[in-house]
């Protein structure tokens, strides 16, 4: 039960982190998603640095990468995570895993939002 309570505050945090993100990063009119962008790169770079600290030091507790990694990453991006598992996979020498991971999400993700966008469409 603690690992949950872990997980959810630190996503309600990531949460709120990045919707002041969004009111902090505007598109400035060019229809490029500028903070959504921010986001993604920061979080990535958060899951990495985290991660690294906590698994090579005795820095950071598994409790506390629990809440900063599942938790606040979590909740700030889901693109964090898919890059953090990207990297492993680069890392054991599964780049065609690696490839197929990034293809298939980001082409898997788009079909889904169109069916998603559809369904909801004809529901209607």
Do not use: H
């Amino acid at each position: 039960m603690k690992n949950v309570l872990l997980v959810g505050a630190g996503g309600f945090a990531g949460s709120v982190a990045r919707y002041l993100v969004a009111l902090a990063v505007p598109f400035s009119g060019t229809g490029f998603p500028f903070a959504t962008f921010a986001v993604n790169l920061l979080g990535s770079f958060l899951i990495g640095f985290i991660t690294e600290l906590a698994l090579s030091t005795t820095l950071l507790s598994p409790e506390t990468r629990l809440l900063l990694t599942t938790g606040f990453c979590g909740g700030f991006t889901t693109f964090s995570t898919a890059m953090y598992e990207t990297g492993g996979l680069m890392r054991d020498g599964e780049a065609l895993y690696a490839g197929l991971y990034v293809a298939g999400s980001l082409a898997g993700g788009l079909v889904c939002l169109a069916s998603g966008t559809l369904l909801a469409k004809l529901w209607q």
